[in-house]
């Protein structure tokens, strides 16, 4: 859609009502639909008499018209998708699935099912607008020629927790089989507004507790992170045994209600995050598979962003209802696919559910993994301070004199006070660190045996006003971390998280999310903190000079692009729990005076490791 259309949109009342009716409108004037019969639908058609709305109604077909748009109807689908507020897609996880992939996994879901169409019992279990519901009904039509109107009353079914999602649900339905012929009075349709973390489709609906669950399920589950979740749904989703390890994402425990609501045989397809393969949080749901045994394929774009609108990283996935010893994976691009998919069979016997599923090169994983002593038995790798409200904490001087930095023009604190700080993701740019040094105030105080503590308010006050001064001015911020729990905190003035306040001799700075070739730094000032990226701490310089090498390597960046979490433009995840079982060979004196030799260039340090790892 053209950009002045979603303009247009997000200035518009945001109402619902008005909105579907303006939506509605705008489609039937521009299709020339007559709608004669539907009450629904004739409910919601603007007219000359509803001065102010019908004002709005040409403003917007003409904007609709000058953009040069057809305003076809799975852009209807895309606009009542888009006006959901963003508030409601945060914490419900509501987001439009372009046609290409709805019709994808619908013809593979219907592919695979062997039964009788007529009779099919189709379900979308977060149906959002309904888009899939609307994929689905048209293929049945197009297999056996039903009406809609016996279509959406015996085949389909679909439920939100939104119910003005239902509500659209059930327009666009309507208006689907009005623009093809069936003008009927109205419609019966099986959609319920209610959540399904909660919902028993079994008890509440006679046809699906007959029918022994769904034979087809598909959809897009809410895309929710566990921090912007609400306490109702985090309390719900303890119910499912999928969610019972780490901070699962809400997509999670929609694969084990989906699965569960599949009578035998019954197929599941789902486009939904690809975090699940090798993710902490992912633990739970890789064990149901694995003791479920359950049938999976799964199609990974990796790297490729399917959404516009969420930067995620998806999968989509195909369960079905019957016993596997194995699930098949393929890593593919978009564009590809409608190709002949030619799966890998991964043992669920030979996958790691705890530290995740090595997918891609497994064999040389697993090989290096072997080898020396694991990374993170070697080192402690530690993620950077975490003031939880930089913008108060961490600063560019605008000026120093006299003892004191200046924030700005007019806002100054004692140097004495502050430490030096830099941003080791900013080393994806650059390794030289002097350019990216700035400046952290620091309540914090070390005792004889160099045990990080808070400074006292009251020193705080004496020694340093200008930084009491300034910290009091932005208490009520800082009681904002937290989403609110900064208030409670022992210390209102310390920072939200004590992580990486310990000093070492040394530490090797490293962005977190990186790109093969990426920058690193070893950092021989104690008091230099970092923030956002990562660093390994030592206090043995030549254990880190290595370290150094080895992220220099061919074998150290094939092992994390390989169990790694992707990111656009080739960057991967450098977080402690994808390094940390990497091999490090026990390199003889002789080896590491090779290694350490300034002039050694990076093909010839290939060479070397390749041969240490027996890596041809």
Not at 300 to 323: H, P, W
Request: hydrophobic letters at 35%.
């Amino acid at each position: 859609m053209n950009q002045s259309i979603y303009n247009y949109l997000k200035n518009y009342d945001n109402d619902v009502s008005s909105i579907n009716r303006l939506l509605v409108s705008a489609f039937i004037h521009i299709k020339k639909i007559k709608v004669e019969n539907n009450i629904n639908i004739k409910n919601l058609i603007i007219n000359e008499n509803q001065q102010n709305e019908f004002k709005n109604f040409k403003e917007f077909i003409h904007i609709i018209e000058i953009t040069g748009k057809r305003f076809c109807f799975e852009e209807l689908v895309e606009l009542f998708e888009f006006v959901i507020s963003p508030s409601d897609k945060l914490v419900n996880g509501a987001v439009y699935t372009p046609d290409d992939i709805r019709e994808f996994i619908t013809n593979e879901t219907f592919k695979r099912y062997v039964g009788n169409i007529n009779t099919i019992k189709i379900a979308d279990i977060s149906c959002g607008c309904g888009g899939f519901l609307i994929n689905t009904s048209l293929k049945i039509k197009s297999l056996t020629n039903k009406s809609f109107k016996n279509i959406f009353e015996e085949n389909i079914f679909g439920i939100d927790i939104q119910e003005y999602s239902i509500e659209r649900t059930e327009i666009l339905l309507t208006l689907l089989a009005i623009k093809n012929g069936e003008d009927e009075k109205e419609f019966k349709f099986n959609l319920y507004s209610n959540d399904s973390l909660k919902y028993n489709w079994k008890e509440k609906n006679k046809t699906i507790g007959k029918n022994g669950g769904f034979d087809l399920i598909v959809g897009n589950p809410p895309y929710v992170c566990s921090r912007n979740m609400d306490y109702k749904t985090k309390e719900a989703m303890k119910a499912w045994t999928t969610c019972s390890t780490g901070h699962p994402d809400l997509y999670i425990p929609f694969f084990q209600i989906g699965y569960e609501l599949l009578r035998k045989d019954g197929i599941l397809g789902y486009i939904t995050v690809n975090t699940f393969i090798k993710s902490l949080n992912g633990r739970a749901i890789r064990q149901y598979f694995s003791d479920q045994k359950v049938y999976l394929e799964i199609i990974d774009f990796e790297d490729e962003q399917i959404f516009n609108s969420r930067m995620t990283y998806t999968s989509i996935c195909f369960l079905q209802n019957k016993t596997s010893e194995k699930l098949y994976y393929l890593p593919l691009k978009r564009k590809k696919l409608n190709n002949k998919l030619r799966y890998k069979e991964h043992k669920y016997n030979k996958l790691d559910n705890e530290k995740g599923w090595y997918l891609q090169n497994r064999k040389l994983i697993l090989q290096m993994e072997a080898i020396g002593i694991k990374l993170g038995d070697i080192y402690t790798t530690r993620s950077g301070v975490a003031t939880l409200k930089n913008s108060i904490y961490i600063f560019k001087p605008v000026n120093t004199k006299n003892g004191f930095y200046y924030i700005d023009n007019d806002t100054k604190v004692e140097e004495g006070i502050c430490r030096d700080i830099v941003n080791s993701n900013m080393l994806v740019k650059t390794n030289k660190i002097d350019n990216l040094i700035e400046k952290l105030i620091f309540p914090y105080e070390y005792d004889e045996e160099n045990k990080v503590r808070v400074m006292d308010i009251e020193k705080i006050e004496k020694d340093y006003p200008y930084a009491y001064d300034y910290l009091v001015k932005n208490k009520d911020i800082l009681a904002t971390r937290d989403k609110g729990k900064g208030k409670d905190y022992e210390y209102w003035y310390a920072f939200g998280r004590n992580q990486s306040l310990e000093r070492t001799n040394h530490k090797l700075l490293f962005p977190q999310l990186a790109k093969k070739g990426f920058q690193s730094y070893i950092c021989s000032n104690k008091n230099l903190y970092f923030y956002n990226g990562m660093a390994v701490m030592s206090d043995e310089l030549e254990k880190l000079q290595i370290l150094e090498k080895l992220f220099l390597t061919d074998i150290f960046w094939k092992y994390v692009s390989s169990i790694s979490k992707h990111y656009a433009s080739g960057y991967y995840s450098l977080g402690r729990n994808y390094i940390k079982n990497f091999g490090v060979f026990q390199f003889s004196t002789e080896d590491k005076k090779y290694l350490l030799n300034k002039n050694l260039n990076v093909d010839d340090l290939n060479i070397f490791i390749n041969n240490k790892y027996c890596i041809k």
